[in-house]
């Protein structure tokens, strides 16, 4: 079946260092996003990539870094200079970035800063 | 510019009561417009979207939301709720030049 994979589903980080999120998509989709979610504040755009090598900035984009070298795999980097990156984060996909027809989520990755 | 506001952070009925999640939008220009619901620790499934066919949506599960330009609104509405149907709700808008802006979620719990 279709759908977009992320890993790891539970993530722990260390003060100080960088961790990688892993999202993969085999559902041939051109435009791949980013959002964080933290309670009570829905969803906020990290970044995202319309098309292979790539991708703009969101609204909420330091700290973090994306590469987009492949058409199925967008992962995103959380860098020490993110001060609060405990959040949920979710990967989803799209045929084009202006279709309407909506977006398809992976299962998100929880980040903690311990 | 683009912005979604969903009325009521936690929203609580009775199963078998009528189902209300409110959601008005701002948009410069005709927007595309999305229910999506997510379960605990899930990402985030789409249950319906308008975009510009027919005001009255309807989508999985026995949701629908209508499209009301005067009101700037597209509130979900399910006749009779399920268990099964707690869940947090998300309302979208997109105008096709950014990606999907989300409101800020609300929390359905459905008493027995």
């Known amino acids: 079946d279709g759908g977009i994979t992320q890993s790891p589903k539970y993530l722990f980080r260390k003060e100080g260092q960088n961790v990688t999120l892993s999202c993969e998509q085999n559902?041939?989709?051109?435009?791949m996003y980013w959002y964080r979610q933290d309670p009570g504040q829905g969803l906020r755009l990290i970044y995202y990539?319309?098309?292979?090598?790539?991708?703009q900035k969101g609204d909420i984009a330091e700290g973090y870094s994306v590469s987009r070298e492949k058409k199925e795999s967008f992962p995103l980097t959380v860098t020490s200079a993110q001060k609060n990156p405990t959040a949920f984060y979710l990967c989803?996909?799209?045929?084009?970035?202006?279709?309407?027809?909506?977006?398809?989520f992976g299962s998100g990755t929880r980040l903690t800063v311990v | 510019a683009q912005s979604v506001t969903q009325l009521g952070s936690h929203v609580s009925v009775s199963e078998g009561a009528l189902v209300l999640l409110r959601c008005n939008y701002s948009?410069?220009?005709?927007?595309?417009l999305f229910w999506y619901v997510q379960y605990p620790n899930q990402g985030l499934q789409l249950l319906l979207k308008?975009?510009?066919?027919?005001?009255l949506v309807k989508g999985i599960n026995d949701f629908e939301a209508e499209f009301k330009k005067s009101e700037t609104s597209f509130h979900l509405t399910k006749p009779s709720a399920h268990m099964s149907d707690a869940a947090e709700y998300f309302c979208?808008?997109?105008?096709?030049?950014?990606?999907?802006?989300f409101g800020s979620g609300t929390r359905l719990q459905v008493q027995p």
């Open positions: 559902l041939n989709h051109d435009a």
């Open positions: 308008y975009t510009s066919a027919a005001t």
């Open positions: 948009s410069s220009v005709p927007p595309y």
């Open positions: 979208a808008v997109s105008t096709g030049r950014r990606a999907l802006t």
């Open positions: 989803a996909s799209s045929i084009a970035f202006k279709e309407p027809y909506g977006y398809t």
């Open positions: 990539s319309q098309i292979v090598n790539d991708f």
